[in-house]
């Protein structure tokens, strides 16, 4: 499975966007990018998944230029309850489920 | 619709003793996983179970660790005997089917052996 590179930390304000940019420069062809929150003591959530172009659903984005090498978590305008700590994972298909967590990107929303 | 259960939610045992972890999966999930965070560490990958089958079992440490999935409900995975390095954070997943399907995961059990 790709190997995944992200900040590991960010800080924000309440109401802004933020941008959480995820490198996985040996993505494969059948591989899917996911993400995933996780709050403290609480298990990982799922978030947006995408394999290429632009996905949005009720709560982010997910950027994905035409290399794929990359991807971009967008929220827009976070509130305080989106501190947490937010994971990229990058797998195939047929073992999506074996997923490899990196250190994740821990983001602060400050008031 | 509820989500996955875990039971107990802390549990603090001696080295030596034994363990077992429950893990109620979301009604009609057939995939059901087990990953865990060991302290310090990351998320990693345990098993996984397709019904009451293990379809991998792979990320499984050493053979102190059973896990079972009877009747492919809930599953109990046990830790016999327990070690200072197993404690740690274990969390159950499951989901409707494999492939792009995400998965949902419960709070998880934070396992503190002394």
């Known amino acids: 499975l790709a190997k995944t590179t992200q900040p590991i930390s960010m800080d924000s304000y309440e109401g802004q966007e933020v941008n959480i940019t995820c490198s996985h420069n040996?993505?494969?062809?059948?591989?899917?990018i996911t993400w995933y929150q996780q709050f403290p003591s609480q298990g990982p959530r799922f978030i947006i998944q995408?394999?290429?172009t632009k996905v949005t659903n009720e709560v982010a984005s997910l950027f994905i230029p035409a290399d794929r090498k990359s991807s971009t978590l967008s929220l827009p305008r976070v509130s305080l309850s989106d501190t947490a700590v937010y994971y990229c994972?990058?797998?195939?298909?047929?073992?999506?489920?074996?997923?490899?967590f990196g250190s994740g990107t821990r983001l602060l929303v400050r008031p | 619709e509820a989500g996955v259960t875990q039971f107990p939610s802390h549990s603090v045992i001696e080295k030596g003793q034994t363990v077992t972890l429950r893990c109620d999966p979301i009604?009609?999930?057939?995939?059901l996983y087990w990953y865990r965070r060991v302290m310090g560490k990351e998320i990693k990958f345990l098993l996984h179970?397709?019904?009451?089958?293990?379809?991998?079992e792979s990320g499984m440490p050493n053979n102190r660790f059973l896990a079972e999935r009877t009747g492919g409900t809930y599953s109990t995975l046990k830790v016999q005997p327990a070690e200072l390095e197993d404690s740690g954070v274990y969390f159950c997943?499951?989901?409707?089917?494999?492939?792009?399907?995400?998965?949902?995961f419960g709070n998880g059990t934070r396992l503190t052996v002394t």
């Open positions: 997943a499951s989901s409707p089917r494999q492939g792009s399907s995400p998965l949902h």
């Open positions: 040996n993505i494969a062809t059948n591989d899917y």
């Open positions: 995408g394999y290429k």
């Open positions: 994972l990058v797998g195939d298909v047929d073992s999506s489920y074996k997923l490899i």
């Open positions: 009604s009609g999930h057939d995939n």
């Open positions: 179970f397709v019904k009451e089958s293990k379809q991998d």
